[in-house]
């Protein structure tokens, strides 16, 4: 079973900075995209996606954190540094995967890191 595993989250004020990675316990080849969504706490708070890479490396992010977030592959890890965080950008941060299984997507998730953005 392959895992994703999510690092780098943290505690940070708001204007700070910090980068989030994941990785896969196994190569997983070729994927149509590495995402990043994000689930705030509280009750009936819905996943949020947050950016994604492409299997060929083209960004998008949502307007919420254009300008302030970076997604970026590294060899078989993906990065995302995230700056000038607000306290709304507080959640656990999850990545995903989705890559084709003959004519099916399949996805994988990883078990999140929490950020905290808060003074």
């Known amino acids: 079973q392959v895992q994703l595993v999510e690092s780098g989250g943290g505690s940070v004020q708001p204007g700070g900075s910090l980068t989030l990675s994941c990785v896969a316990s196994?190569?997983?080849?070729?994927?149509?995209?590495t995402n990043w969504y994000r689930q705030a706490t509280g009750n009936g708070k819905e996943r949020e996606w947050v950016?994604?890479?492409?299997?060929?490396?083209h960004p998008t992010y949502a307007e919420s954190v254009k300008g302030r977030f970076t997604i970026f592959r590294d060899r078989d890890e993906v990065h995302m540094e995230m700056s000038s965080l607000k306290s709304e950008d507080t959640g656990v941060y999850f990545c995903?995967?989705?890559?084709?299984?003959?004519?099916?997507?399949?996805?994988?998730w990883g078990q999140g890191t929490q950020v905290n953005v808060s003074s």
């Open positions: 950016a994604a890479i492409s299997g060929v490396g």
């Open positions: 995903n995967v989705k890559k084709l299984r003959g004519y099916s997507v399949i996805e994988f």
């Open positions: 196994e190569n997983l080849g070729s994927v149509i995209a």
